[in-house]
């Protein structure tokens, strides 16, 4: 705002008490999509870069702000989009980034703008989601402050950014082919988790700490690519580090070496401070903790990303430094790296999860009402199910031909809502064959929905696995979790109504469920889907339409393949409505996912 404009906003502001809102900007970037030959972690393999950087540009704006991206699609023979992680897309549900849900994928050689608010201060991030584009590098952080005049609910001195991602050596193409062939090529462990993009393979920071044959990068191997992204910070201060996990498969135990974290915002909510000694962060989670720099200055810290909850071998930690300053940056620190917890160690994930409680500013689940998950066959390929459906995803897309009410565009049968109280959730689906579906539940404006997600075995016998739940355009209340299956006798009782923590990703354990509560006051086409790229890309979700008559105009652009090509207005009109049963106000949804590993020839 230039000085004349807050003179007159000084003047105003006596006289109309206005100008509070003119402090929200427009933030507009041009981004240029394109494969380069990048070394993230010192292997030199193609990575998707923005405007020739990986991992893409940081947006940082304020609460209240409008972001517009203009997104031109350099890629050469393949389609994108990119989803807001975490921004909730209120009135702009076109702009939510999913290719065949809120719109096309932009052609190659053209450009799309996203144009949507930032409506709430906190820590998210961007990212592909069209095919597995995000296990291609396409990624970056979302930082939005507080609006002017407002204030946290803490304090700090500085802030430190991180963002977690996992990285293969294999191509992206490889890796999607791979999983959707016959016989079923699983992509294994990721060679190197990454720390703001950058990781080293085959050689450690932390190597003369280690107890295997890691060696220490040279100097000729380390090129600036690949080369620590080292967070200097003064002594006796307090900083704000923001952690964004954008992996594509792996969970992560995030430690500071000599510094404990209080927790203090989860997926862009402010939770009830807490102090911990690592975090258990899944795909799709975003933390703030801060720590206070009081630790022995003569030396610097390790920061550790170590992967858990998947059967070793695992990769090595990603490790960067805190550097104290005046230490040398590049100073190793005199203690070794900390100690990563068992990966199995499900109890202490448990726990951590349960403490994370709504800070009381948080708004309060409404007081009452739901779906289940399992890995299956269907015809010998290996998918995920939900309720015994894989997802699938039509040509067109669905926020497009709900509006038009195009029914031959997608399959609008409407999946099972529950399922049998007598599946055994410890035991192999006794009936791995499953059918590929949308998995399309609509809900009608205003009611309260509640999703029990139930985790299965999968087709081995005493074998089930952690999946991080991500949904669209809202964030849910995390009711609880719990091991075994859901009763609704006994644990639906004991939910906590009380200071249930607001979030847009959950974790399921193993075998064990999660309950989660949100209101749909949000209409748009949303998907709720395992954050775990392969697992999505085997069907491991669901589409939730919700008040599709209250979408309003779409605008031009979005809609330009499939069935809705042609359609630039409400050609169906917007009454038609979706198809499928109306739904009761509360609803009661469980999901379970089943996976199956054998196939038939
Ligand atoms: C978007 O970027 C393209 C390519 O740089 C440019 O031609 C186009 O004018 C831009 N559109 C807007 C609205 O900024
Ligand atoms: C962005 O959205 C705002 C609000 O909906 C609208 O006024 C503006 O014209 C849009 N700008 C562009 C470039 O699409
Ligand atoms: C890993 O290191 C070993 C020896 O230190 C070397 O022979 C090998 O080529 C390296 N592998 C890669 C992929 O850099
Ligand atoms: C390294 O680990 C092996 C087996 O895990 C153990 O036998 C050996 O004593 C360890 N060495 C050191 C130096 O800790
Ligand atoms: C930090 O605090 C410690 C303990 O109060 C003090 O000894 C030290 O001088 C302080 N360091 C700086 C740089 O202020
Ligand atoms: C971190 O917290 C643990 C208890 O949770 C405590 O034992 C330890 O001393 C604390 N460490 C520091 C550096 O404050
Ligand atoms: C899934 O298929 C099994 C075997 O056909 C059947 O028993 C079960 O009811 C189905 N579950 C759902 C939710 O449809
Ligand atoms: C699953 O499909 C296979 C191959 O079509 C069939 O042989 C088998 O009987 C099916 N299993 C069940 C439980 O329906
Ligand atoms: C939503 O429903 C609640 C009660 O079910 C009602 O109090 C409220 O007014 C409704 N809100 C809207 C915007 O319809
Ligand atoms: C599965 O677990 C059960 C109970 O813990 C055990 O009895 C059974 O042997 C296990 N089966 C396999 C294949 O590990
Ligand atoms: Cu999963």
Redesign the pocket.
């Known amino acids: 705002m230039g000085k004349a404009m807050m003179m007159l906003c000084f003047l105003l502001a006596f006289i109309f008490q206005i100008c509070i809102l003119a402090s929200a900007e427009?933030k507009h970037y041009d981004w240029d999509v394109e494969y380069m030959y990048w070394k993230p972690d010192c292997v030199e393999h193609l990575v998707m870069g923005i405007n020739g950087k990986f991992p893409g540009p940081t947006i940082r704006a304020k609460a209240g702000d409008?972001v517009?991206v203009n997104l031109t699609n350099k890629l050469g023979t393949e389609g994108l989009v990119i989803h807001w992680h975490g921004i909730r897309q209120i009135?702009?549900p076109w702009f939510d980034g999913t290719a065949s849900i809120s719109q096309c994928a932009i052609d190659v050689g053209e450009s799309f703008?996203y144009?949507?608010?930032v409506d709430r201060a906190g820590t998210y991030f961007y990212h592909g989601h069209f095919g597995m584009q995000r296990s291609a590098g396409l990624y970056g952080s979302i930082v939005v402050d507080v609006a002017d005049g407002e204030k946290e609910p803490f304090a700090y001195d500085g802030e430190v950014n991180l963002l977690l991602s996992d990285w293969w050596h294999e191509s992206v193409h490889e890796q999607e082919v791979g999983l959707s062939s016959k016989p079923f090529r699983w992509i294994g462990e990721p060679q190197s988790i990454l720390i703001n993009g950058k990781g080293q393979y085959n050689c450690s920071l932390g190597a003369k700490f280690l107890n295997d044959s890691a060696r220490s990068c040279s100097d000729t191997e380390m090129s600036p690519q690949c080369q620590p992204d080292i967070q200097s910070v003064d002594q006796n201060k307090t900083y704000r580090v923001r952690i964004a996990s954008t992996t594509s498969l792996a969970s992560i135990s995030f430690v500071i070496g000599n510094h404990n974290m209080t927790l203090v915002e989860a997926d862009g909510n402010y939770i009830q401070p807490v102090s911990v000694d690592s975090l258990n962060i899944y795909s799709g989670d975003t933390y703030s903790v801060l720590i206070t720099t009081n630790q022995d200055p003569s030396t610097n810290y390790w920061i550790s990303a170590y992967q858990i909850a998947r059967k070793p071998p695992l990769p090595p930690p990603g490790l960067t430094i805190l550097n104290y300053k005046p230490n040398p940056v590049s100073d190793t620190p005199l203690s070794p790296p900390p100690t990563s917890p068992e990966w199995n160690d499900f109890a202490g994930g448990k726990s951590f999860a349960n403490k994370i409680l709504a800070l009381k500013s948080i708004p309060k689940p409404p007081t009452k009402s739901d779906r289940l998950n399992t890995q299956n066959t269907i015809n010998g390929y290996v998918k995920w199910a939900i309720n015994n459906v894989s997802l699938v995803l039509p040509t067109t897309p669905l926020i497009g031909s709900l509006k038009f009410g195009l029914k031959n565009a997608f399959d609008g049968k409407s999946p099972a809502e529950d399922f049998p109280a007598t599946y055994d959730i410890m035991k192999p689906p006794v009936n791995p064959n499953s059918t590929y579906g949308n998995n399309l539940y609509n809900f009608d404006y205003n009611i309260t929905i509640d999703v029990i997600i139930q985790n299965a075995n999968i087709l081995s016998a005493n074998v089930s696995e952690v999946h991080p739940w991500h949904l669209h355009g809202h964030d849910f209340w995390v009711l609880g979790y719990g091991d075994g299956k859901f009763s609704e006798e006994n644990d639906g009782k004991n939910l906590n109504l009380d200071n249930p923590p607001l979030r847009n990703t959950v974790v399921i354990f193993p075998h064990g469920w999660t309950a989660i509560r949100f209101v749909t006051d949000n209409p748009g086409v949303w998907p709720f889907h395992c954050h775990i790229e392969p697992h999505l890309h085997m069907g491991m979700g669901v589409v939730f339409a919700e008040a599709v008559d209250k979408i309003k105009t779409i605008?031009d652009g979005v809609l330009t393949c499939g069935l809705t090509a042609k359609n630039s207005g409400p050609v169906g009109g917007s009454s038609s409505g979706p198809p499928g049963a109306a739904v009761p106000t509360h609803y009661l949804l469980f999901i379970y996912a089943f996976y199956v590993i054998y196939s038939f020839i």
């Open positions: 427009v409008t517009q009135n702009t703008v144009n949507f608010t605008p």
